[in-house]
């Protein structure tokens, strides 16, 4: 049987919501049939139900088909628009504010909240002169957050990755900073204790200890294999039917 699915080309024609979606749904299950089936249906968006309709050479052609789509890399996307709103990047990062700072540390921490992350990075343009842009000034608002959730999947993976990469050279040159102070006091300090004292060594051991603390929570939205769906067996394909049944009250 034929099915009618929408079937995109790349990371842009992807609305950020779905792939929260898909992403709440790996968290959910260790399924990887039903995964596979669920990825189909947010990302073409068709129902469930049509997803069993679709042969198995073609369900693992889309599958690979994803896993293309998923392995772009795409470079920061300083502005794009939803609807009528044309969106910009901050364009001065060393300018943020704190209430600005704050939000972007809360919210950059998971996919979940991913959505409202943007809001802080991407404000409406308010004056543009060729390259050179403004934005409106920032204030939480959830209007603006709930818009971001059609974002293009470009958009938020782009600038995941640029913030990933600014975090990791941010600690890495911190550490080595620091890393080189320490190695300076030990070389000059004449006992342990002078070392180690809270006003020499140990606040310096203490900053570094906790930078490296800071790494897995950097990391959680760079995950180089942002799909990760197996192709479906004919093994497993045997239990479709009986399965098809407990995916439609899901």
Known sequence: MKVDLLLPSSLS??????????VKTKEASNDEEFIAQKMIQIFCGIDLSEVGKIKMKDLNGLIT?????????????????????????IPKLD????GEYVDLENHLQNWE????????????????????????????????????RFAPLDVAISASLFFWTLGSELLTHTLSYLQSELKTMTNSSSTAKDIYSE???????????????????????????????????????????SKQTNLNNK
């Open 95 to 98: 300018e943020i504010t704190f």
């Open 113 to 148: 909240t991913y959505h409202k992350a943007m809001a802080v990075m991407y404000r409406p343009i308010k004056e543009k002169v060729k390259d050179k842009y403004s934005i409106v000034d920032y204030e939480p608002n959830e209007d603006m957050q709930d818009l971001m």
């Open 199 to 241: 006003n020499n060594g140990d606040g310096i051991v203490q900053s570094m200890r906790s930078l490296k603390e800071m790494l897995p929570n950097l990391t959680k939205l760079q995950d180089t294999d942002l799909l990760n769906v197996s192709h479906i067996s004919l093994s497993k394909n045997k239990k479709t039917k």
């Open 65 to 89: 088909h994803f896993t293309e789509v998923f392995s772009e890399k795409p470079k920061l996307v300083r502005h794009f628009k939803i609807k009528n709103i044309e969106f910009g990047f």
């Open 13 to 22: 024609e992807i609305p950020l919501s779905r792939y929260q979606k898909f």
